[in-house]
């Protein structure tokens, strides 16, 4: 029996991968640095940028008077992202282009990377519609309740929620399937296989047996994946996704074992030297987590039947994310659990909600979501410090090491599940 072997075999390999590494984060810090001296070699500097989320925000100012004003989150063409302010009478022109002149005052490299705070002021905004925007419009079409019709845009179109959806969301458990990552890609790649193995076939026993399927068909569906991505604008939990999927292909195509913390390694080293700033997304993070305790679960529980790793796999993966998720946004329902269940029926959900949207019946399903919207999750909070975060971070990483610590990891999570039930009962 031919047996897969691991792509960092020895210390020459692992040499060379590290060499090859340090290169490319060279010359993309090298670009980025470019670009950062670029945006401030004057006081001021006129910046073309995507609107990608906006909100308000209060604060007492000098005076001690309550003071409300809009928070930009953009992303320039050049590729870095950034945060402004502007009034209140400012409209909501998310997704719009924005010609802005910014005044960069005191930011290092350090901020540059890590998104910024600069003061601006607008000076024009296109007009005309992009198709992410003719996409929400479509989608609004369908719908009567403003909500729903948001949720939908966020799950099509990566358009960012009002902060009462993402707290309501946030709290029922379900964050991870409203923000588009490796879940939906997954399943989207599940979708675009099945559609496209029966007419591939066809052709294939009458035009070209000699060609692979495998490799044809993982060629197609990238093109249209990547096409998908640069649409939504790049999240970075959908890039991780995407490169993740490419690497293991690569390695599996060339008989290179790809269900190992090696690929994880090799995928989140390769992004980072390729996209530093991604080291500040938490969006980012949370996806490499999630991808990690897959691949540990399958280490140590790879001796389970099929059918008992199924029903076991999301209630780990669950209990491991928890302290994440409660050290991030802090929070916490009685709801939250059930999530275990609605991310089984999401992938049942997500594809049938695609296909009626795009025959135009996309409100069949809005008495169940206005039903699962309404559930009265509460306004629970469950504050965990970041010393939590810190602890199974060390747990996780042992546990790569000795199976006795991923046993100390799971009573670490359960005891984390069990305070945060009983802080909120």
Known sequence: MIQKVSLLNSKRDFFIFSSFLAFILFYSLLINYNNYKILTRFDSC????????????????????????????????????????????????????????????????????????????????????????????????????????????????????????????????????????????????????????????????????????????????????????????????LLRAFSMLVIGFLLYDRGVEVFSIQTLFITIALLLALFPSLIFSIGFWLSVGGVFYIFLFIIYFKNLSKLWQFILLPFWVYLMMLPYSLVIFGNFSLYHPLSIIWTSLFTLFY????????????????????????????????YLGFGWVVIQVALSLLALYKKFFSYLLLCYVSLVFIYSIYHIA
């Open 351 to 382: 594809p049938l909600s695609i296909l009626l949207h795009l025959l135009n019946y996309g409100n069949l399903l809005d008495p169940l979501v206005q039903g699962f919207m309404h559930l009265d999750a509460g306004n629970g909070k469950v």
């Open 46 to 237: 006129v910046v073309h940028a995507t609107l990608l989320k906006q909100y308000t925000k209060t604060k007492r100012n000098r005076w001690n008077k309550l003071h409300s004003y809009q928070i930009l989150k953009l992303k320039a063409d050049e590729g870095f992202t950034f945060y402004s302010s502007q009034a209140m009478s400012f409209k909501s022109n998310i997704g719009k282009k924005i010609t802005m002149e910014i005044w960069p005052k005191d930011i290092n490299f350090y901020s540059f990377l890590s998104n910024f705070y600069a003061s601006s002021q607008i000076i024009a905004i296109a007009q005309e519609t992009t198709l992410k925007e003719s996409l929400n419009l479509a989608i609004e079409k369908q719908h009567d309740d403003e909500n729903i019709a948001k949720l939908y845009q966020a799950l099509f179109s990566a358009t960012s929620l009002p902060r009462d959806l993402q707290s309501l969301f946030s709290s029922l458990g379900v964050s991870h399937l409203i923000a588009i990552s490796g879940f939906h890609l997954g399943v989207l790649s599940a979708i675009l296989f099945f559609l496209f193995q029966k007419p591939y076939k066809f052709f294939q026993n009458r035009y070209f047996p000699y060609r692979s399927y495998h490799r044809d068909s993982f060629f197609i569906l990238s093109i249209v994946l990547v096409s998908y991505m640069l649409f939504l604008g790049t999240p970075p939990s």
